[in-house]
């Protein structure tokens, strides 16, 4: 059933319209003129307006524009005591739908009037497909059965239509980039750009060139200007990956910039105003971080309008065959393999393991596991050492003398004796290292720096 508008200066046209209608199923309204239909319209939704061209005061043309303005989905049928052909191609024009001429018989109207309303929702299935398309690809690799995990896309899909900044939270490799892009992916500015920056990864001294962009001549090797990222990010979204890791002077120009929707580049002095959606991730406690003077408050209240707070792999191990799956599907079709199973010890190591490095670590171990699997199956030889071997306490004694410990000193060993083995696992490169360990380069840096651990040359 459909919600039709007749507007016809002829009272008999009404009438014999309005119960034709209503017999074949539909709900309708009558007007005697288009200012009573531009009322209706105005106070209600109608799937199909139907017109005649020449009436009284405004004509059917100029309803039609009115309703393309009004109710841009509505379908409009013209209907007219003196059809031409040149006023047909005018109604066409005006983006009429159909253009029939008086006298018109019961079957025409019938004929014309479903498939009027056939095409209109035609027109709405495709668009609820293309939702329903774009709402199922718009978390594509994030991999999760559990009822945690199902609690997060539910809240992803409530937040994502919203202009709220939102604020992702979890150790590093749980996939919070993935969440940041399903955000703009389910938004309306999703036609837009997405730009990540890692705040972790850039120097200090160049993270607000690439953030609010520069003028020639602000800094030694700015030769030109260059528009900054969230220039780049306008009408889009920009994310903020490890916001924890800024700098408390640049913390207060993303405040402002937050605040103003406006900055000025390094060197500049006129202000670029942007429209852009902030989603920010961290891998630390920002309340600790703000109780500890290490990152502003107001600028934590600013991001942190909805939070949401990602579980590490060993929090959610029953979602561990489905993401082994899933990367093997991955690696399999990237690497021209078949490589579908697991051997039956395998799954057992695996959900022995703790992670450190989460769903990223795991998606390496899968691509290390897909490249040596000389079969269609997955062998424990395929996994790592650190995997394969039998999950033990590896930690120190736990134990306390009657003459007492030194607390500090036995957890300063034991983070001296994980980094060891992350840089010799990672042939000395601090930025996988870190990756493993589940911090930051830049707080591997410290760490490495604290505990005067020598520095391999490998980066």
């Known amino acids: 059933m459909a919600r039709i508008l007749v507007v016809d200066d002829e009272t008999s046209m009404q009438e014999f319209l309005g119960i034709l209608l209503q017999r074949d199923g539909h709900e309708t309204t009558t007007c005697g003129s288009a200012d009573q239909a531009l009322v209706a319209l105005e106070s209600d939704d109608w799937d199909l307006v139907i017109s005649d061209v020449r009436m009284p ?33 005018e109604a066409m024009k005006h983006g009429a739908y159909d253009y029939l001429t008086k006298p018109c018989s019961v079957d025409e109207i019938r004929l014309v009037v479903d498939k009027a309303l056939e095409k209109r929702e035609l027109a709405h299935e495709n668009q609820r497909l293309r939702l329903q398309l774009r709402d199922q690809s718009a978390i594509p690799t994030i ?38 892009r399903a955000i703009h992916n389910l938004s ?59 700098d408390l002077s640049l913390q207060v120009k993303v405040l402002r910039a937050i605040q103003q929707r406006a900055f000025q580049r390094v060197g500049g002095t006129s202000e670029v105003h942007v429209d852009v959606r902030i989603v920010c991730s961290t891998n630390r406690r920002l309340e600790q971080e703000v109780r500890e003077g290490r990152f502003r408050e107001d600028l934590f209240y600013r991001l942190n309008v909805i939070e949401i707070s990602l579980p590490p792999l060993r929090e959610r191990i029953e979602d561990l065959p489905q993401l082994i799956h899933h990367f093997m599907e991955k690696f399999s079709a990237e690497l021209g ?66 003459a007492g410990v030194s607390l500090d000193a036995l957890l300063a060993a034991y983070e001296t004796s994980l980094i060891q083995e992350a840089l010799q696992r990672c042939g000395g490169v601090k930025k996988r290292a870190a990756s493993l360990l589940g911090v930051t380069f830049r707080s591997l840096r410290y760490r490495l720096e604290k505990l005067q651990m020598e520095d391999p040359e490998p980066q």
Request: aromatic content about 4%; some cysteine; glycine content about 10%.
């Open 57 to 89: 005061g405004m004509s059917g043309l100029e309803l039609l524009d009115r309703v393309r303005e009004l109710s841009p989905e509505t379908t409009v049928i013209l209907i007219t005591a003196h059809g031409t052909t040149e006023s047909a191609v």
């Open 143 to 180: 991999v999760g059965k559990t009822a945690r995990m199902q609690e997060i896309f539910g809240l992803v899909r409530q937040i994502a239509p919203t202009r709220a900044n939102i604020l992702i939270t979890g150790e590093s490799g749980t996939g919070k980039e993935l969440i940041a």
């Open 188 to 246: 309306e500015r999703r036609d837009a750009a997405f730009v990540a920056v890692n705040c972790g990864a850039i120097p200090e001294n160049l993270l607000e060139s690439e953030l609010f962009g520069h003028v020639k001549g602000s800094f030694t090797g700015a030769s030109a200007n260059k528009p900054g990222l969230f220039e780049v990010a306008n009408g889009g979204t920009i994310f903020l990956d490890e916001i924890g890791d800024m």
């Open 337 to 402: 393999k078949d490589v579908r199973e697991l051997e039956p010890e395998v799954l057992p190591a695996l959900e022995a393991y703790a992670f450190p490095g989460n769903v990223r670590e795991l998606e390496n171990i899968v691509e290390r596991a897909v490249t040596l699997a000389r079969t269609s199956r997955i062998t424990l030889e395929c996994l790592p050492e650190s995997v394969r071997r039998p999950v033990a306490a590896q930690g120190p004694d736990k134990r306390i003398p009657e």
